[in-house]
T-cell receptor, first 115, second 118 residues
Framework: AQSVTQLDSHVSVSEGTPVLLRCNYS??????LFWYVQHPNKGLQLLLK??????LVKGINGFEAEFKKSETSFHLTKPSAHMSDAAEYFC?????????????FGSGTRLSIRP | GAVVSQHPSWVICKSGTSVKIECRSL??????MFWYRQFPKQSLMLMAT?????????EQGVEKDKFLINHASLTLSTLTVTSAHPEDSSFYIC??????????????FGPGTRLTVL
């Protein structure tokens, strides 16, 4: 069965320091993996996605994620946090490749940024 | 591209009334759309899969007579919360995938609708 585990429910960093949000997945084959960000009372915005073209994926707003098959991980990083990065982040797996596939959400990680 | 809109963004209604929420794919046609519900500080919970021209597929535990879904065109799905009660108050989000191409595996989300039932 497919699953996604976000290892931290809450991460707090100081502005200007690196961000690491951890995600592990379980899949019997190479799925599509995504990171989304959700600001309060907003929908989810796609940050980046992995679809086997390259293991290091660059996204919007300076975020990137590295797919490590041996570790079944897809951690999200950013070199320098900004106050506007404070939000909820979701790691998501799409186990299928059709537009009708149900995706699987991680439980989310709330990122707080200290001034 | 791949923009999904929702209307209204927030709604307040009295207990016992019905509320309709619209989800539109603005720059692509979507044969399938998804409806989610999100409680405070929680992840999204899939309620149903909306299929253009056919009946929606509801997740276990979701009352189909309570949450009516209509997907009458390739760009519009509606969710109607019938006889709403305070426990239906929540944040409702829809999503859709482009039907073909490199982004067909990507769900694009609407901005959400905050429903408050008094």
């Amino acid at each position: 069965a497919q699953s996604v585990t976000q290892l931290d429910s809450h991460v707090s960093v100081s502005e200007g320091t690196p961000v690491l949000l951890r995600c592990n997945y379980s899949s019997s084959y190479s799925p599509s993996l995504f990171w989304y960000v959700q600001h309060p009372n907003k929908g989810l915005q796609l940050l980046l996605k992995y679809t086997s073209a390259a293991t290091l994926v660059k996204g919007i707003n300076g975020f990137e994620a590295e797919f490590k098959k041996s570790e079944t991980s897809f951690h999200l990083t950013k070199p320098s946090a900004h106050m506007s990065d404070a939000a909820e982040y979701f790691c998501v797996v799409n186990p299928g490749y059709s537009s009708a596939s149900k995706i699987i959400f991680g439980s989310g990680t709330r990122l707080s940024i200290r001034p | 591209g791949a923009v999904v809109s929702q209307h209204p963004s927030w709604v307040i209604c009295k207990s016992g009334t019905s509320v309709k929420i619209e989800c539109r794919s603005l720059d692509f046609q979507a044969t399938t759309m998804f409806w989610y519900r999100q409680f405070p500080k929680q992840s999204l919970m899939l309620m149903a899969t909306s299929n253009e021209g056919s009946k929606a597929t509801y997740e276990q535990g979701v009352e189909k007579d309570k949450f009516l879904i209509n997907h009458a065109s390739l760009t519009l799905s509606t969710l109607t919360v019938t006889s709403a009660h305070p426990e239906d108050s929540s944040f409702y989000i829809c999503s859709a995938n482009p039907p073909a191409g490199p982004s067909t595996d990507t769900q694009y989300f609407g901005p959400g609708t905050r429903l408050t039932v008094l």
